[in-house]
């Protein structure tokens, strides 16, 4: 790659991580990768090229491991359902992967994709526009492994996981220090076996009819 563009990507990725993306200048990128005004839009056109190409940088490898892993898993499978833990661990674990090695961004694009998440639209809508194919891959995957959730369940859990994906890229909430003292561990073998955990089961949670609503509802006004 071009040594400029990848100067100006590693600059616009730590800013963006750091102060979020609507937070960060072009002039801020500039200083960082020093360069000017006019390189930046020679390789990337506009602020929200510039971060589209941040993400694609690490996304794409990270999303060909996605779907070997997938491959992987289904082929083990044969004939039978997918596991959902292991459905789950195929779409996660190369974002962990990446926390762990500096040369894919390590936890400075974790972090930047924690902010994103956080930050309303902008990820999701570059995520569904380059990489649509992949998502529905792994929503096919998680439908075959719950074959008896409805589709509307499915839908809000799926949305569920991304936001919880997000929580764990950002290192969790610094808000839950008011009522607990104990940190998050940083090691992100273990926080993935935590997410795994707590999606799959997420996942296999009840479905919450509206029969039980009420019935929860009367039992409140006792």
Not at 45 to 64: D, G, Q, T, W, Y
Not at 110 to 122: F, I, P, Y
Not at 135 to 152: M, S, V
Not at 169 to 198: H, T, Y
Request: glycine share 8%; net charge neutral; proline share 5%.
């Amino acid at each position: 790659m071009n040594h400029t563009k990848e100067r100006i990507l590693d600059a616009a990725e730590r800013l963006f991580s750091e102060q979020g993306y609507a937070a960060t200048s072009l002039r801020s990128i500039i200083a960082g990768a020093g360069v000017n005004l006019a390189a930046v839009h020679y390789h990337f056109h506009s602020k929200e090229a510039l971060l589209e190409a941040v993400i694609l940088r690490r996304s794409v490898p990270a999303n060909r491991e996605r779907l070997a892993l997938l491959e992987q898993c289904e082929r083990e499978s044969g004939d039978n359902p997918p596991p959902l833990e292991k459905v789950i661990q195929a779409f996660v674990a190369p974002t962990f992967r990446m926390a762990r090695d500096p040369a894919s961004g390590g936890m400075v694009f974790m972090r930047l994709l924690g902010r994103l998440h956080a930050e309303g639209d902008l990820l999701s809508g570059i995520l569904i526009s380059q990489f649509g194919a992949v998502l529905e891959r792994f929503a096919a995957a998680t439908r075959r492994a719950l074959p008896d959730l409805p589709p509307g369940e499915l839908y809000w859990r799926l949305n569920f996981a991304i936001g919880a994906l997000g929580q764990a890229l950002r290192g969790g909430s610094k808000g839950l220090g008011i009522i607990s003292d104990l940190s998050l561990s940083s090691n992100s073998e273990m926080a993935l076996e935590q997410l795994v955990a707590f999606l799959s089961a997420g996942f296999r949670a009840p479905v919450i009819t509206h029969d039980s609503e009420e019935a929860h509802a009367a039992v409140q006004e006792k």
